[in-house]
């Protein structure tokens, strides 16, 4: 069993900064790959910026402004988030794939307020 918990997110003004972590526990095997998705009022879940043991990818919408890393020590993978719009409003949840299956964390709302 892999459980999967983000944090960090919150109220922010337009242009502001956010940094969101996902920390991994339990039966976390190796360094598997992980990632950011958000989910925004009345939108499908979208793919963010995701990261494997050596490469890592983004969203269009969010190069140049968002960056993903991770801390494999900690189990840990985080996502700095700069120069924050309006359209960033969204809850972001944290993903990590698995050999079999894949985990969900519950979300973490981020808000950009103008």
């Known amino acids: 069993q892999v459980q999967v918990a983000e944090s960090g997110g919150g109220l922010v003004q337009v242009g502001g900064s956010l940094r969101l972590s996902c920390v991994a526990s339990?039966?976390?095997?190796?360094?598997?790959?992980m990632g950011w998705y958000r989910q925004a009022p009345g939108k499908q879940r979208e793919m963010v910026a995701e990261i494997t043991e050596h490469d890592s990818t983004y969203a269009d919408s969010v190069k140049g402004r968002f960056t993903i890393s991770r801390d494999n020590a900690r189990n840990t993978v985080y996502l700095q988030m700069n120069s924050l719009k309006s359209e960033d409003t969204a809850v972001y949840y944290c993903?990590?794939?698995?050999?079999?299956?894949?985990?969900w964390g519950r979300g973490t709302q981020v808000t950009v307020s103008s």
């Open positions: 339990g039966a976390v095997i190796g360094i598997p790959p």
């Open positions: 993903r990590l794939v698995g050999s079999y299956y894949t985990w």
